[in-house]
C-alpha cells in the first residue's frame, strides 16, 4: 500500500476555518524555513506520521483556534514535515529517531524547544504560551553563557531553560559542564533530561549522592515513574510535595496524579488532577493534566507517557 504523501494527508486534514490571523501552515518545510529567516520569525515545525492513527488526530487539530490565537500571539510561522522523510532533522531537533512531535526554531534557525508525540489543543497552545514566555530569559541566559566571565551556575540556569523547554541535546551540554564543575542542583536536573530522553541508565548515575532536595525528590519520583514503579514514584513524589518546590511544584502534582492513575488510584488521582487542571495559570502541567483526565475518563483517549 502507497504511504500517503505529507501535503496530501496534512493539507486534507487542515480546513479552512479558525481563526482568521493565524499564520497557514507551510506544507514545504524548505519554503519555511528560508521564509522564516528572513522575516526574522520564529517556526513552529509539526512532524507528522502520514497514515499513523495518532498522528492524524493530531493534524486535524492544528486549525484549533486556541492553536491558532497563540501562534499569532507569539509571532509564528508554522510548517509542516513528514516525520519518516525528514527524520535526521527530526531525530537532531527532538531527539528520537524518525517520529511525530513539535520543533521550535528561534529567528536564527536554531531549534530551542521541542515536545515528541502527540499533544491536544490544551497542551500544544500552553507549550507555545511557555516558549514565548521565556523568550526574554533564555535570550539573558545565553548571553550569559557566552560571555567571557560565565560560570557553571549560567550554565546550569541555561540547561535547566533546554530541559524546561524539552530541548534536551543542548540541555545535556549546558547541564554536564555543570555537574561536571560540582553543582549538585546541575546532577539532578542531568538526571531528568536523560530521563525525558529515555535514557533511564544514565538518569540513576546521575542521581547517585544527590542531596535529597525537594527538587531533586522531584526528579526521583520522575524517573520512578518512567521505569514504571508508579507506586514508589508517587510515594516519592508526595515526599516532595512537603518541600518548598518553586516552579517545580506543577510537576510533582502532575507525575503524582499520573503514578495514581497507574497503580489504579483513580479515586485519589482525579481529585488532585482537577485541583491542579483548575489552578489556571495557562500552564503545560494544567493542560497535561486536563489530557490525563481525559485519559481516565476515556481510556481510548490519547494517551502517552
Given at each position: ?11 486534507c486534514?487542515?480546513?479552512?476555518v ?24 520564529e ?20 486549525h ?35 517520529g ?113 532536595t525537594?527538587p531533586?525528590?522531584v ?23 512537603a ?21 489504579r ?12 487542571a ?12 486536563l ?5 481516565i ?9
Amino acid at each position: 500500500m502507497t504511504r500517503p504523501s505529507i501535503r496530501c494527508v496534512l493539507l486534507c486534514a487542515l480546513p479552512l476555518v479558525g481563526c482568521a490571523s493565524a499564520p497557514a501552515w507551510q506544507p514545504s518545510l524548505d519554503v519555511a524555513l528560508r521564509a522564516a529567516r528572513a522575516e526574522g520569525r520564529e517556526l513552529v515545525v509539526y512532524f507528522a506520521l502520514p497514515g499513523r492513527d495518532l498522528s492524524e488526530r493530531m493534524q486535524r487539530t492544528l486549525h484549533e483556534p486556541s492553536i491558532g490565537r497563540e501562534l499569532s500571539a507569539g509571532g509564528f510561522a508554522a510548517a509542516l514535515a513528514d516525520g519518516v522523510e525528514q527524520r535526521r532533522l527530526y531525530a537532531a531537533w527532538v531527539g528520537f529517531g524518525e517520529g511525530m512531535g513539535i520543533a521550535v526554531l528561534g529567528a536564527d534557525g536554531q531549534c530551542y524547544a521541542a515536545r515528541p508525540g502527540p499533544m491536544d489543543p490544551p497542551e500544544f497552545a500552553a507549550f507555545l504560551r511557555q516558549c514565548v514566555a521565556l523568550r526574554p530569559e533564555l535570550a539573558a541566559a545565553r548571553a550569559a553563557v557566552r560571555s567571557p566571565t560565565a560560570t557553571p551556575a549560567d550554565q546550569l540556569r541555561l540547561g535547566s531553560l533546554y530541559l524546561q523547554l524539552g530541548r534536551t541535546k543542548l540541555a545535556e551540554e549546558q547541564l554536564l559542564a555543570a555537574a561536571t564543575a560540582g553543582l549538585a542542583e546541575a546532577r539532578h536536573r542531568l538526571a531528568r533530561n536523560y530521563a525525558l530522553d529515555g535514557n533511564l541508565s544514565a538518569a540513576r548515575r546521575w542521581l547517585v549522592h544527590v542531596p535529597k532536595t525537594g527538587p531533586a525528590l522531584v526528579t526521583e519520583g520522575y524517573v520512578l515513574f518512567k521505569e514504571r514503579r508508579h507506586r514508589e514514584a508517587a510515594a516519592v513524589l508526595e515526599q516532595a510535595l512537603a518541600a518548598e518546590l518553586g516552579e517545580d511544584r506543577q510537576r510533582a502534582l502532575l507525575y503524582l496524579g499520573k503514578a495514581l492513575h497507574e497503580d489504579r488510584q483513580n479515586e485519589r488521582a482525579k481529585p488532585l488532577l482537577e485541583a491542579l487542571a483548575r489552578e489556571g495559570t495557562g500552564s503545560t502541567f494544567e493542560a497535561a493534566a486536563l489530557h490525563t483526565l481525559a485519559h481516565i475518563a476515556d481510556p481510548q483517549h490519547g494517551h502517552t507517557h
